[in-house]
């Protein structure tokens, strides 16, 4: 899988451009502020739908312009596709895929499979446990659009069994309408629980080898997925679920919110047996939260059969020289899109912005 080329109107800090990538490293230099990071961005837009720097759809069209576009051709293994997206001023989206418009912004995802890595990206190690979650989430939604639907409709559910304790003051219709949304919850929340499980123990062996290789075998990362429901059958999982809802049932009139469920979960991440969030160094939050994201890479290619596309924006100025090598390493032989100030490596492909514009 690879980008072939990008047309941007609009968007940021561009006014028009059309950008050509090749198969490989792509270095995408230039000075702050310059658009280096809003060009990956629009590719990142490209394949979810969505901004990892912003939740206003609005906040992508140039200042004082009326509507953003983006216009993006992927190359699949089989065959290619154009991306199309229309953000207008109240920052309502039209996409459409082959000339033909989507409809679910399922339809998009998994067509343009990213790896997206930032320096934000440390986060994940050392922050809260939505932002783990959120990993989850974007790395399974874009391998299987039947975990992005499941998805969905349990923040649907979800959604409405908190409005329900939030809005509802009579105690005796709250205990009478919740089971129906805990039979909901759990019957759709234990196919997510199984594949967060799956993936966290396909990526635990992944990640473990990866972060031997950056440490030169000094440290051992581990990953696992924590839960109050263990992974089981089923149908035993799903009793679970119904088991610790109804058991949560005060706690959760008394907060006013669901205080159990998956969207409560979270991985834990060690070295040497150690929680990083807590113990770690800065440089091995850095080095762990690299692991994942090329182990991810890994899995990527070994559940849908091609490499995704690889987006490293300004990490390099965040690692070692020896870190550096060892990254630019594992990532020869896929199209990755590398963001710097300055790069003082060998000749690759460079991309140099100013301003919003390709220097030629």
């Not at 629009?42 to 953003?68: C, M, N, V």
């Not at 929680?275 to 890479?297: D, N, P």
Request: proline residues 2%; contains cysteine.
């Amino acid at each position: 899988m690879k980008v072939e080329n990008l047309q941007l109107i609009n968007f940021r800090n561009y006014k028009k451009q059309d950008i050509v990538f090749n198969d490989g490293l792509n270095i995408i230099i230039g000075n702050n502020a310059s658009g280096k990071t809003n060009m990956v961005e629009s590719i990142y837009y490209s394949g979810l739908g969505k901004s990892p720097r912003t939740f206003q759809d609005k906040e992508l069209i140039k200042w004082g312009e009326d509507f953003a576009y983006i216009k993006l051709q992927v190359a699949k293994k089989y065959r290619k596709h154009i991306i199309e997206i229309h953000i207008d001023r109240l920052g309502k989206k039209r996409i459409a895929i082959d000339k033909i418009p989507v409809r679910k912004i399922n339809e998009l995802i998994g067509l343009l499979n990213i790896v997206y890595f930032s320096p934000d990206e440390l986060d994940i190690i050392k922050e809260s446990p939505i932002l783990r979650r959120n990993f989850l989430n974007i790395s399974l939604s874009q391998q299987k659009k039947s975990y992005y639907s499941a998805l969905v409709r349990y923040n649907k559910i979800l959604a409405q069994r908190n409005k329900l304790l939030k809005d509802e003051n009579d105690i005796n219709i709250i205990k009478e309408t919740l089971p129906i949304w805990n039979s909901q919850l759990a019957e759709i929340g234990t196919d997510i629980l199984i594949e967060r499980y799956n993936f966290c123990e396909k990526m635990q062996g992944i990640t473990e080898k990866i972060h031997n290789e950056l440490t030169c075998g000094e440290e051992r990362l581990e990953l696992e997925y924590e839960s109050k429901i263990d992974l089981a059958e089923r149908e035993i999982m799903k009793n679970q679920f119904l088991d610790l809802m109804s058991k949560s049932l005060e706690k959760d009139i008394h907060l006013r919110y669901t205080t159990v469920g998956c969207h409560r979960d979270d991985i834990n991440i060690t070295i040497n047996g150690a929680e990083v969030r807590k113990y770690g160094s800065q440089g091995q939050k850095r080095t762990a939260a690299l692991s994942l994201k090329l182990a991810e890479v890994e899995l990527f290619e070994a559940e849908t059969l091609e490499k995704p596309i690889l987006i490293l924006d300004d990490v390099l100025s965040e690692l070692d020289s020896k870190r550096q090598s060892k990254l630019l390493e594992k990532i020869r032989g896929m199209q990755t899109l590398l963001t710097c100030a300055e790069y003082e490596g060998k000749t690759e492909y460079f991309i140099k912005v100013k301003n919003g514009q390709i220097e030629k």
